[in-house]
């Protein structure tokens, strides 16, 4: 019968334990840091002239188009490749408007796969969202 020795790990073993551990919870917020974009691509259509324009908003920036003023806040893309989903906060203010309350035509979360779950609601406008980068 063979006798079997008790092995204690060296110090080599030892170090990469701890790195392991030490980089595996970070690995988990590189990967949704990737996931957030720094720009939002928007497609806005003027139902009078039944003209179309992308804007490319770049985010936490206001951007002017006609009688709206654009905000898109932040911008999401899906992890799955199979069914990619675009999610973004933005805030559309009609300036055209008399009373100066800042009160939002659209303030909140838009989805590229499903704009009526939350639709932006404008007599002259609509505005869908189209990609984040």
Known sequence: MLQQKNIKPGKIEIYFIILILFFFPFSKSQ???EL???STDIKVL?????????VKLKNGEDFKYKDLLIK???????????????TAYIQVRDITK????GVFVFNGWMFSSSPSIEPFD????????????
């Open 31 to 33: 990967s949704s840091n």
């Open 122 to 133: 404008h007599p002259v406008y609509d505005i869908w969202l189209i990609d984040c980068y």
């Open 36 to 38: 957030e974009g720094t």
């Open 98 to 101: 008399q009373n100066k309350d």
């Open 46 to 54: 003027d139902k009078i002239s039944s003209k179309n324009a992308l």
């Open 72 to 86: 898109s806040m932040k911008c999401i893309n899906s992890e799955f490749d199979d069914n990619p989903e675009i």
